[in-house]
């Protein structure tokens, strides 16, 4: 079993920043994705951003102007770097994770960390 354990949410002024870190634990031998979703109350839960084990990454156009995500093979741990945050930033985040040990593959969600921007 994989567990995620996400960190770095709160509450923000308009135009600051944060840094959200996920962690997986388990038997890890590869990672092959993990990403990073977010949800605001009243809406569908909706990718972010996403990044392969080996390095490519997407961002959602939306954001990728302000937010990068980057990936620790050696820590199991992926980031998630927004800046000139909006309000229309909160919600909370999510992190998933694919990835393999030596006989199977698994994927997870994170319980979610609450990003906050307001005034």
């Known amino acids: 079993q994989v567990q995620l354990v996400e960190s770095g949410g709160g509450l923000v002024q308009p135009g600051g920043s944060l840094r959200l870190s996920c962690a997986a634990s388990g038997s890890i031998v590869t990672i092959n994705s993990m990403a990073w979703y977010r949800q605001a109350p009243g809406n569908q839960r909706e990718m972010v951003a996403h990044i392969t084990g080996d390095g490519r990454t997407y961002v959602d156009e939306s954001v990728e102007d302000r937010f990068t995500i980057s990936l620790d093979n050696a820590k199991n741990t992926v980031y998630l770097q927004m800046n000139s945050l909006k309000p229309e930033d909160t919600a909370v985040y999510y992190c998933?994770?694919?990835?393999?040990?030596?006989?199977?593959?698994?994927?997870?969600w994170g319980r979610g960390t609450q990003v906050t921007v307001s005034s």
């Open positions: 998933h994770s694919d990835v393999s040990g030596s006989s199977w593959t698994y994927k997870s």
